[in-house]
């Protein structure tokens, strides 16, 4: 991997997608395993790679992450995830164009760097440490949670 690859203190930005899935009166959520956000609960995702669009980096990305078959449609959030350490050195920075996406099939189950996966009700989003750009995400996008 070349340096300009390195997720750790990256020379530019990473792309990364994130895919918003629901199923009944559920939402897909993962707890991230490792930095940045590591233990919180958030839209699952992860980098798009040379030549894949964003829905084909969605649809691989939740199924590698949480074992869920989905079928991704339109971006529906944007933001940046900036993380600086103790100097001020911007240790990771992607930008996350989140996704609408249909559940096609499949149980949540961790994997990647997803410690837990698991669809979340409304209630529960309250009792875990859900990140905030996902609490924004489906509360104004969704009307979920809210």
């Known amino acids: ?77 944007t933001f940046d995830v900036i993380e600086k350490d103790a100097e001020g050195r911007v240790r990771f920075h992607y930008v996350i164009v989140d996704l609408a996406a249909e559940y096609v099939a499949g149980t949540p189950r961790p994997a990647s760097d997803a410690v837990d996966a698991r669809w979340v009700s409304a209630g529960e989003l309250r009792r875990r440490k859900v990140s905030p750009a996902t609490l924004g995400l489906l509360k104004d996008r969704f009307g979920f949670g809210g």
């Open 1 to 77: 991997m070349s340096s300009t690859d390195s997720t750790h203190y990256p020379e530019r930005p990473r792309v990364a997608v994130g895919a918003v899935v629901f199923k009944e009166n559920a939402v897909l959520l993962v707890q991230r395993g490792q930095a940045p956000a590591e233990g919180s609960w958030a839209i699952p995702g992860g980098s798009v790679q040379v030549g894949e669009t964003l829905q084909q980096a969605a649809e691989r990305e939740i199924r590698e992450e949480t074992g869920v078959v989905i079928r991704a449609a339109a971006p529906v959030y």
